[in-house]
T-cell receptor
Framework: GNSVTQMEGPVTLSEEAFLTINCTYT??????LFWYVQYPGEGLQLLLK?????DKGSNKGFEATYRKETTSFHLEKGSVQVSDSAVYFC???????????FGKGTKLTVNP | EPEVTQTPSHQVTQMGQEVILRCVPI?????FYWYRQILGQKVEFLVS????????KSEIFDDQFSVERPDGSNFTLKIRSTKLEDSAMYFC?????????????FGPGTRLTVL
C-alpha cells in the first residue's frame, strides 16, 4: 500500500540555518504530495502541496519539489526562524482514495 | 478565514463509556474526515464521509465507531464503548472536493483520554 517515510527527528537548528527535512514515498500511480505543520498545542495546517511531477510547492519561505524519479518531496527553507519550531508532516493522497497517508512527523526546534 | 472547529478540546472518560466528538466543518465543503493521532505516533486516517454516507474507512474504524451528520453543520464521531487504546488526539477535516488532489483543512483536535 501507499506509505510515506520521513527523516527521523528531532532536528535542532540555530536561527538562520538551512533546513532540509527528507520525505520519500511509495505509491502506485501519481499521488498528490503535501507538507503539513503542527505548531505546539494546535492542529495540522497545510504548509504547501504539489499535485504532479516537477511541481514546486512553496509557502512562508518553505519549498518542496515533487521528484517522481526519486519518489521524494523534501522540505527546505533557506533561513529558519524561532517561530518555525513545530512538527512537520509529509503526506500523500491518491486519486480513488479519500485518505491522507502521513509520515511519522519531524520535530523541528529552532534556537535563537 | 473560515476554519474547522471541534468540541470539546479535551474529553476525559471512563473505559466502556460512550463518547461523541463534535466538529463543524467549513460551510461550503462537501467531504468530511476523521483522523487520530496516538501520542508520539503517526496521524492515521479513520473515515471519510460524503453525501451522508461513509465513502471510505480504515481497519481501525470498526463497529465501535460511527459517524453522523445530524444537521447541516455538525459532523460527529461516536465511540460506543471506549477502550484505553482509544486515547488519542482526534482531528476532523473537511475539503470542498475529493481529497485526491484537494486540500483537507483540519480542526484543532479533541484530546480524548480514556481512564
Amino acid at each position: 500500500g501507499n506509505s510515506v517515510t520521513q527523516m527521523e527527528g528531532p532536528v535542532t537548528l540555530s536561527e538562520e540555518a538551512f533546513l532540509t527535512i527528507n520525505c520519500t514515498y511509495t505509491a502506485t500511480g501519481y499521488p498528490s504530495l503535501f507538507w503539513y505543520v503542527q505548531y505546539p498545542g494546535e492542529g495540522l495546517q497545510l504548509l504547501l502541496k504539489a499535485t504532479k511531477a516537477d511541481d514546486k510547492g512553496s509557502n512562508k519561505g518553505f519549498e518542496a519539489t515533487y521528484r517522481k524519479e526519486t519518489t521524494s518531496f523534501h522540505l527546505e527553507k533557506g533561513s529558519v526562524q524561532v517561530s518555525d519550531s513545530a512538527v512537520y508532516f509529509c503526506a500523500l493522497s491518491q486519486g480513488g482514495s479519500e485518505k491522507l497517508v502521513f509520515g511519522k512527523g519531524t520535530k523541528l526546534t529552532v534556537n535563537p | 478565514e473560515p476554519e474547522v472547529t471541534q468540541t470539546p478540546s479535551h474529553q476525559v472518560t471512563q473505559m466502556g463509556q460512550e463518547v461523541i466528538l463534535r466538529c463543524v466543518p467549513i460551510s461550503n465543503h462537501l467531504y468530511f474526515y476523521w483522523y487520530r493521532q496516538i501520542l508520539g505516533q503517526k496521524v492515521e486516517f479513520l473515515v471519510s464521509f460524503y453525501n451522508n454516507e461513509i465513502s471510505e474507512k480504515s481497519e481501525i474504524f470498526d463497529d465501535q465507531f460511527s459517524v453522523e451528520r445530524p444537521d447541516g453543520s455538525n459532523f460527529t464521531l461516536k465511540i460506543r464503548s471506549t477502550k484505553l487504546e482509544d486515547s488519542a488526539m482526534y482531528f476532523c477535516a473537511s475539503s470542498p472536493r475529493t481529497g485526491g488532489t484537494d486540500t483537507q483543512y483540519f480542526g484543532p483536535g479533541t484530546r480524548l483520554t480514556v481512564l
